[in-house]
């Protein structure tokens, strides 16, 4: 496990106690050479509002096939949806960390 660090992380990751270890990698993003990536599909659907502290979407099945829909099925899929605090919370950790338009 210790054997992919540099000498200098090796010995300040082996010099912790057990229980104080991270298991994860102590390198920053540029020496590591990666960044998270954005969902894809959360970008082409979602965009947050103006004040950051929530998303908006627009409705699926309203561009095609609409002659055998009732008018009021149209106009409830033609409005804005919002994205709950549940979703909210997983779209700004998880699918967009670097914000989106």
């Not at 496990?1 to 991270?22: A, N, V």
């Not at 969902?39 to 609409?66: D, M, P, V, Y």
């Amino acid at each position: 496990m210790f054997s992919s660090l540099t000498p200098t992380l090796r010995s300040t990751f082996t010099s912790f106690p057990i229980w104080q270890r991270r298991m994860f990698s102590m390198t920053s993003v540029v020496e590591a050479g990666y960044k998270m990536k954005s969902h894809s599909g959360a970008k082409k659907r979602w965009r947050s509002l103006a004040s950051g502290s929530s998303f908006k979407r627009g409705k699926a099945n309203h561009q095609h096939l609409n002659v055998s829909k009732p008018p009021a099925r149209k106009n409830r899929l033609s409005t804005t949806a919002y994205s709950t605090a549940a979703q909210t919370h997983k779209l700004k950790k998880l699918l967009l960390p670097y914000g989106s338009n």
